[in-house]
């Protein structure tokens, strides 16, 4: 706990980086400052005429479709290899704008690359690739290219696909101070390391270099095919085609590297996937983005045709999500078709096809648009520079799970970008003063509000029975962390949310990290649910099916015979009053016993039976939707039944109302909209009458159910709910930290006005509040530490 109260102290604002992204950043163009016609033909390349590279001189008056930033930079060239760049600060061609320039014109490609593996000589160096263009600096000097031939290559190539005149490569337009630079490098570098996703959020486009190469035509037209066709319905032209160019993609060397997921994350749908494109392959290469807001300026590509074809192929990001989508329906209907009246799923026996689906999903999760209330408010706060993806912590963690990093200190700063965070820590501060990683990123996402990494289903997945908690006797941080503190690195949660409605900053405290309003839960009192039991447990039990764990041979069980007592078992439970019966007791149990008249006298030894209410026949059967919706309204209503008998009822119906209903249906202006809380007027609502599945935000859960069905469980297995209420703590000297004596003041009085001024629906949680001096930043010693990497 020292630790990140030490932590603490090295916060800092990220003002500076807005500035810098508005109005202080770089970018690269081409540099046609020296270039003269040679009508004789004679240099060693055709030189273009001076028209197909426009550039309009800057003027007052407005142009139409013409960008007073942008427009008076040069287009890149078409009909040869642009060898000379520049270095353009809008800020200093337009001293006199005021505003942020960056904020009037995004029309610029932001490079997303990961490095190539590097070739070693002979003698175990590393060869450093030639470099062979110019790039001129913004006081004139001339040096070489910092970035590669080849992403410099690729990026004028994706520019002119879309039209733009400006790219932004980390390499080219970040210094990249070495042992003998000057101070204001390295604080222009911090700077632009903590303004990343304000940079990618800003771009027209993000263009994520990919290094796989597509040579077949026939997979191409499958992939165009697949992208045209997206109907939902898991029908795919060329699956085989489909399925080897997902393994590919997932296999390819920029889903390696920690910092692409923060910038394709900002990104958000402008992101494009671009793949090298082998000679010969027909693909569209001009995409001129129309809608308001999002249009380039006008190019002389609109109406023109390239001399040198696109050497690369442009895929948006929610194209391919379309695909995997597309593909997980294929593969997940697939593995059913062994089973017409039931579903079984055999765990561990997971086919190619599906692995490879499930791998690539991880790459671009899909982002939840904010469809509920709950998902539009948070506890971040945005500056509101532009509307972009964000995810907390327990999701940056997961998503850089398999990413690795030069720098250590580097993922405190990628993760900050990825949750959108406001308040940022001085990595070199942390780096110098800290050792260890995870103590930093927990203190990170404290300090912004997100308490997820303390989530418990963070780390282990309902549904994972074979997960055994390990409790250690003897630990030096407190209880509340676990298993934050021990099993960091499993974190597998992944929630993406482009949020629109208000955001709230978070509640924080200048004088301690650990101390912020909570709420203190009570739960001593049940109310009865057995109406519903009675009714919908049947039924529950029918939506359900198995998924089976056979775990081995028996001892002494020849394989032939494992073999042949497998397929039996599986062909019993196959029938569909097998599983119903199977799910009842199991509801009541808890499990299915060995000695149960289910398994029909067959040998049990090793087997597990595991009810699931997979999302996927859910999402694909209306049949099974309509009857969830019953059920969830029939709770609602023997909740509104008990409400003058019990004062409990009405209050715990509106909370699981409120925590499931949708903010809004399609076509809703035409139709009244969803009551707030449990009424006649809830259940006669035309949409709950004739749709109450639509009326309900589901999610899904890693084992590919909802996360919301354990609510439905808890009331078919026991009949009843647990019920919790607010209670303000009696004595909060006894719910804080212990402070070493050294530390440890006489403010008992100042901890009871505290608690006075806090409202009566509050109470102080065990870590709060403690009135503490505010931190110093401890002075910098002489032995450097290494900030150890695991999380």
């Given at each position: 706990m020292e630790q990140v109260s030490r932590i603490a102290g090295f916060r800092v604002e990220r003002s500076k980086a807005y500035v810098w992204a508005l109005k202080d950043c770089k970018f690269l163009v081409y540099d046609?400052?020296?270039?003269?016609?040679?009508?004789?033909?004679?240099?060693?390349?055709?030189?273009?005429?001076?028209?197909?590279?426009?550039h309009e001189e800057r003027s007052s008056v407005g142009r139409g479709d013409m960008c007073e930033i942008c427009s008076t930079c040069p287009e890149f060239p078409h009909d040869k290899k642009a060898r000379k760049f520049r270095l353009y600060k809008p800020r200093e061609a337009f001293p006199d704008l005021e505003f942020g320039l960056n904020e009037n014109c995004h029309h610029f490609v932001a490079v997303s690359y990961c490095w190539p593996v590097p070739e070693i000589d002979d003698e175990g160096q590393i060869i450093q690739e030639e470099r062979h263009y110019q790039v001129r600096d913004l006081d004139g000097k001339i040096r070489a290219n910092r970035a590669l031939d080849d992403v410099i290559d690729r990026a004028v190539d994706v520019a002119n696909s879309f039209g733009l005149r400006m790219i932004w490569i980390d390499q080219e337009c970040l210094p990249q101070p070495t042992e003998g630079s000057p101070q204001r490098d390295w604080d222009e570098q911090q700077i632009g390391v903590q303004a990343m996703d304000i940079l990618y959020s800003r771009a027209m486009i993000t263009a994520a270099f990919h290094s796989l190469e597509l040579t077949s035509q026939a997979q191409v037209d499958a992939i165009r095919f697949a992208i045209d066709r997206d109907d939902g319905q898991g029908r795919m032209h060329s699956f085989t085609h489909i399925v080897d160019f997902l393994d590919d993609v997932s296999r390819d060397r920029y889903y390696e590297r920690a910092w692409v997921v923060q910038e394709s994350l900002s990104a958000g749908n402008r992101l494009f996937l671009v793949f090298r494109r082998a000679p010969g392959i027909d693909y569209p290469s001009s995409f001129r983005i129309g809608r308001r807001g999002f249009r380039a300026p006008a190019h002389s590509l609109d109406e023109g045709v390239r001399e040198i074809p696109s050497e690369v192929l442009c895929m948006g990001v929610q194209d391919f999500r379309n695909i995997v989508e597309e593909a997980r329906t294929v593969v997940e209907r697939n593995s059913f078709q062994q089973s017409h009246t039931a579903a079984i799923r055999f765990n561990g026996t997971m086919s190619p096809d599906a692995a490879i689906v499930q791998k690539v999903q991880g790459l671009h999760p899909a982002v939840i648009q904010g469809n509920s209330l709950p998902s539009q408010i948070t506890l971040f706060y945005d500056s509101g520079m532009a509307r972009r993806d964000r995810i907390d912590a327990a999701g940056a963690l997961t998503l850089l799970r398999t990413r690795g990093c030069r720098d250590v200190k580097d993922r405190i700063a990628i993760m900050a970008n990825m949750c959108g965070y406001e308040t940022r820590l001085d990595t070199n501060a942390v780096e110098e003063h800290c050792k260890s990683l995870r103590v930093?990123?927990?203190?990170?996402?404290?300090l912004n509000g997100d308490f997820s990494?303390?989530?418990?289903?963070?780390?282990?997945?309902?549904?994972?029975?074979?997960?055994?908690?390990?409790?250690?006797?003897?630990?030096?941080?407190?209880?509340?962390?676990?298993?934050?503190?021990?099993r960091t690195s499993e974190a597998d949660y992944t929630k993406i949310q482009r949020i629109v409605g208000t955001r709230f900053k978070p509640y924080t405290n200048p004088f301690s990290v650990f101390d912020f309003p909570a709420y203190l839960w009570v739960v001593e009192d049940l109310i009865d649910l057995t109406p519903v039991q009675e009714q919908w447990a049947e039924e529950w039990a029918r939506l359900k099916c198995i998924s089976m764990v056979f775990n081995g041979p028996a001892k002494g069980e020849s394989s032939d015979a494992y073999l042949s007592r497998r397929q039996h078992i599986t062909a019993h439970f196959s029938r569909s009053n097998v599983i119903v019966r199977a799910n009842l007791e199991i509801m009541k149990a808890g499990y299915l016993a060995p000695d149960s008249d289910i398994w029909n006298g067959m040998d049990s030894s090793g087997v597990e039976v595991i009810p699931s209410l997979l999302a996927e026949r859910v999402e694909n059967e209306p049949l099974k939707q309509h009857s969830i919706g019953r059920i969830f309204f029939g709770i609602l209503r023997c909740l509104w039944d008990q409400a003058d008998s019990d004062p409990n009822a009405l209050g715990v119906a509106n909370s699981i109302w409120q925590s499931m209903r949708v903010d809004s249906l399609d076509g809703e202006n035409k139709r009244p909209a969803l009551p707030d809380e449990v009424s006649e007027a809830l259940f006669s609502h035309p949409d709950v009458v004739a749709h109450p599945f639509d009326t309900l935000q589901f999610d899904r859960s890693p084992d590919g159910q909802y996360h919301q069905v354990w609510l439905f469980d808890r009331i078919m297995s026991l009949g009843f709910l647990w019920v919790g209420r607010y209670q303000r703590s009696t004595n909060p000297s006894t719910l804080r930290p212990e402070r070493p004596d050294s530390e440890a003041e006489d403010d008992s009085e100042d901890d009871a006005n505290a608690v006075e001024d806090l409202p009566s629906n509050f109470s102080d949680m065990s870590l709060l509040p403690i009135r503490e001096k505010p931190i110093k930043k401890p002075k910098p010693k002489k032995e450097k530490k290494t900030m150890d990497s695991s999380v």
């Open positions: 046609d400052t020296d270039e003269a016609p040679d009508l004789s033909g004679k240099g060693k390349e055709k030189v273009v005429d001076h028209s197909k590279h426009r930093a990123l927990l203190t990170l996402s404290i990494l303390l989530v418990p289903e963070v780390y282990a997945p309902w549904g994972d029975v074979t997960y055994v908690p390990q409790v250690e006797e003897f630990r030096e941080s407190p209880n509340w962390l676990t298993p934050f503190d021990t």
